[in-house]
């Protein structure tokens, strides 16, 4: 099984900045893409933001230029760096990965979430 436990969300006002955590623990599992989503009040979960083992990495046009992924192989953690935030990116962010295990690809994996609320 994998477990993520996500961390960083909170209350910032707009121009602000944020970082994002997210530590996966897993056994017999290897890590291939990380990356992040979120839910806004009333809306459908999005996709922000992915990187892959080779650390390409991809954007929503949304967030493009403001927001940066990134991850630690050693600690098998995702990052998303948060800058210039806007009230739309509030929200609940939620950590996403998949990988290999026994039985070939296997997730995606969802953390429980993060709110993150960007107001004066």
């Known amino acids: 099984q994998v477990q993520l436990v996500e961390s960083g969300g909170g209350l910032v006002q707009p121009g602000g900045s944020l970082r994002l955590s997210c530590a996966a623990s897993?056994?017999?599992?290897?890590?291939?893409?990380m990356g992040w989503y979120r839910q806004a009040p009333g809306k459908q979960r999005e996709w922000v933001a992915t990187i892959i083992s080779s650390g390409s990495t991809n954007y929503a046009d949304s967030v493009k230029g403001r927001f940066t992924v990134s991850r630690d192989y050693a600690k098998n953690t995702v990052y998303l760096q948060m800058s210039s935030l806007k009230p739309e990116d509030t929200g609940v962010y939620y950590c996403?990965?998949?990988?290999?295990?026994?039985?070939?690809?296997?997730?995606?994996?969802w953390g429980q979430g993060t709110q993150v609320t960007v107001s004066s």
């Open positions: 996403n990965v998949d990988g290999f295990g026994r039985n070939g690809l296997q997730g995606p994996y």
């Open positions: 897993y056994s017999n599992f290897r890590l291939r893409t």
